[in-house]
């Protein structure tokens, strides 16, 4: 079968090669994978930005979908013709990860999707809604349910509240996606007025470009009357200052991305002063997941791709992702 690989770090290295197929175990299934989604995580590992321990030859990128071929003796809760897409965390199901549940994920510690077939216990993948596309579904296992924990389980947004969202890439528009059909106000932040128009097309009640406005935290306090529910963080150290700025006394901040700065020497009185609620965020478990297809379901959501390519253009969909220029998701259809 394909397969794309990394041999070692550095994106002019991705190639493909004709590898070995999997056969599935007693308790595995065998998945002829047929999409792909990019997350920063990803471009990070194949360039060597995220760690240097990678093991070589490395299949890349965490997140897929595809349909069940075969199944092993003792597979239970899957059969043939099923559509799945692999977990980020293939060991998490449920609960806090004590155990080295979160050890394992797609794409780094174990293959990751860029291959034509891949053998998953059967834990290890969700079912996806009728409703979605294998594209659509291959953009949820990270982005989607990301988006999907610091809404419900963590902050348990209500219709009425508020939520303030950075940016318009894969974890935002799932964000706002989800918050419009919870009932929520979004403001929603971009460095470009053509994406804050895009996000309003999708629900988004406000819109604030935030080189024009680098003070946004006052105005999303004031947007929100006393100041939003939940802030996803998402650059990090450039705008947590701002977070804390727009929540209300009480208010959530889910701490999820870095785009702007992993380093954060904020003072401590504005978290003592409005008693805010700090969340770090690692994507979900198993059960999250299947909380949050549920509710895909229930309301009908497609996520949002802005770009698709063939499995033979990989390395351009990676060259295209780093340039940022994406809105909502960009996948490899194969
Ligand atoms: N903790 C977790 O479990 C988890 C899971 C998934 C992703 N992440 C992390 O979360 C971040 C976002 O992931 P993604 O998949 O959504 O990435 P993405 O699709 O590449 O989107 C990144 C977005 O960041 C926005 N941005 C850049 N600088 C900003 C700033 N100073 N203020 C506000 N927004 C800014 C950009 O918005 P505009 O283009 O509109 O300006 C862009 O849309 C990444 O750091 C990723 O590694 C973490």
Not at 28 to 54: H, M, W
Not at 205 to 232: C, R, S, T
Request: glycine content about 12%.
């Amino acid at each position: 079968m394909q397969a794309w690989q990394v041999p070692k770090f550095g994106l002019e290295n991705l190639c493909k090669a004709e590898i070995e197929q999997p056969k599935a175990g007693p308790l595995e299934v065998l998945v002829k994978l047929q999409a792909a989604s990019i997350n920063p995580r990803d471009y990070q590992i194949i360039c060597g930005q995220f760690t240097e321990n990678v093991d070589f030859p490395l299949v890349p990128l965490s997140d897929g979908a595809g349909v069940v071929v075969a199944v092993g003796s003792q597979v239970s809760q899957l059969a043939v013709g099923d559509r799945v897409t692999p977990l980020f965390f293939p060991n998490w199901i449920d609960g806090e990860a004590h155990g080295g549940e979160r050890s394992i994920s797609g794409g780094l510690e174990s293959a990751g999707v860029l291959r034509e077939f891949g053998v998953y216990r059967e834990h290890a993948v969700g079912k996806i809604a009728d409703h979605l596309s294998f594209t659509e579904a291959a953009c949820l296992p990270c982005a989607g349910l990301t988006a999907y924990s610091a809404l419900v389980p963590i902050a348990n947004i209500q219709a009425g509240d508020s939520v303030l969202i950075q940016g318009t890439g894969g974890v935002a528009i799932a964000a706002l996606q989800f918050a419009k059909a919870l009932g929520a106000t979004v403001i929603i932040l971009s460095s470009s007025n053509a994406k804050l128009a895009r996000a309003k097309q999708l629900g988004a009640d406000h819109g604030i470009n935030y080189i024009d406005n680098p003070n946004w935290g006052a105005e999303v306090f004031k947007l929100a009357g006393h100041g939003v529910d939940l802030v996803l963080e998402i650059g990090g150290t450039d705008t947590m200052e701002n977070s804390l700025a727009a929540i209300r006394n009480g208010g959530h901040v889910a701490i999820i991305g870095y785009v702007a700065g992993a380093d954060m020497g904020i003072s401590v009185f504005p978290l003592i002063i409005k008693c805010a609620n700090l969340h770090g965020i690692a994507t979900g478990n198993r059960e999250t997941y299947s909380a949050m297809m549920a509710f895909i379901e229930h309301h009908t959501i497609r996520p949002e791709i802005s770009s698709s390519y063939a499995f033979d253009d990989a390395r351009n969909a990676l060259e295209e992702f780093a340039l940022g220029t994406h809105f909502g998701k960009l996948v490899i259809d194969f």
